[in-house]
Structures are given as C-alpha cells and as structure tokens.
C-alpha cells in the first residue's frame, strides 16, 4: 500500500509600471499571484496470478490574485479534482481492465459547475506486440448554473509496431453531448501518425588528424 501527500503554497509579485493618465493616480501597480495546491494519493496493490490495484486520487487547487492588499474575486478560480477505480490485469490472456468514477468542481467568477461520472478502460496486445489496442468510455453530468448537460465520449487507441524502430498511432474519438438548453451536439476525431527512429544518423562527422613527425623530433 502507498500513500502520498502532497502541498505547495507558491506565490510570485508582478510589478507593471502604468503609463501616467489623469484618471489614474499610480504610475505602478504590484500584482501577487498565489496558488495553493493540495492533494492526496492511495494505491492498494493486491498480489496473485492476475494481480490488481485499487486507488483514490484527490487534488484541490486555489489560484488567487491579489492588487495589493486586495483579493480580485474575479480572477479567482477554486478546482476539486477526485477518482476512485480498480484495474486488474491477466497474464494469460494479456487483457487490461480498469473501472472507476471521476468527480470534478469549479468554482470560479463566470460560473461554478459539478462533473461526475463513470469510466472504463480495457487494453490487449495481439499478435505478440504487433499491435497494442485500447478503448475507453465516460459518461459524465455536467450541472452548471447555465443548465445541465450529458456528455458521452469514446476513445479507440491503436498502436502499430512494424518495428523495433517504425510504429504508427491511430485514434479514433466519438464524443455525443446532450444538452437540456442548447442544441445537441456530436463530435468524430481521427488522428494518425507515423514515428521513425534513426539508429545512427551522423549530421557531422569528427576526426582525428593522423600524428606527423617533425624533423628533428622523435
């Protein structure tokens, strides 16, 4: 079992010099910025032939302006992040399973909104490494002030080893969002890319002069 916490209270001033206006008084102005992060991490690994891990992730976040002595509310954005889930992995069949739940709030000055859902995940390698396939779905309510919306999002990674130095990434991403004010909305990615890694590419090359005997001199 692992457990970690985390905490860090870093802040910054920023002084900017104001161009002299009648209507301001200041020629500078000494801005503070502060952002407080917390968090904490539990990992439970469970041992045997298809060995597993339970695990809870939670994360607070408070970024702060300050012009002066003064707190500006409207630049302060307040950030809870938590997930909780179990991934299992078997040996034989080489598939990778994870099951958990997120949760997320905001709290900021243009609106505060609460996230929430289910995820999973499963994985396999075929044909030894040949290809390494993976997808992944969430179904996340999303309530805000402006109303609520149902957001519905899959993912289809693939990876291609052609070889030890040729592989090639294909994503596919489907994403349905409903919306109880606006329209609904649907969303289709594709990414592809092809990644190559030269062993030995020489761009320059060295060497060493061949030693000369002067006369005179052994």
């Known amino acids: 079992m692992n457990l970690g916490i985390n905490f860090s209270n870093f802040s910054f001033n920023q002084k900017s010099y104001i161009t002299v206006r009648p209507v301001i008084e200041l020629d500078t102005l000494v ?9 904490i991490s539990l990992l439970k690994k469970f041992a045997g032939d298809n060995p597993g891990v339970l695990q809870f992730l939670a994360n607070y976040n408070d970024a702060r302006t300050y012009q002066g002595d003064t707190l500006n509310v409207n630049a302060r954005l307040r950030m809870l992040t938590m997930s909780a889930g179990f991934s299992k992995r078997y040996k034989e069949s080489g598939w990778n399973a994870y099951a958990g739940i997120n949760y997320n709030k905001v709290l900021a000055a243009f609106g505060n909104s609460d ?25 996340l309510f999303d309530s805000r002030e402006s109303g609520n919306r ?6 289809w990674s693939n990876k291609l080893n052609f070889s030890q130095n040729a592989t090639m990434d294909i994503r596919l991403m489907y994403s349905q969002i409903f919306d109880t004010i606006r329209a609904n909305t649907s969303e289709f990615m594709l990414q592809m890319g092809f990644h190559y890694r030269f062993d030995k590419l020489t761009l320059i090359k060295s060497f060493n002069p061949k030693s000369q005997k002067q006369s005179g001199h052994e």
């Open 115 to 139: 996230m929430y859902g289910p995820s999973a995940v499963v994985s396999k390698p075929f044909f030894g490494k040949l290809w390494e396939s993976s997808f992944s779905t969430s179904w």
């Open 150 to 155: 149902q957001i519905f999002r899959n993912f």
């Open 31 to 39: 801005l503070t910025q502060n952002n407080l992060n917390t968090g």
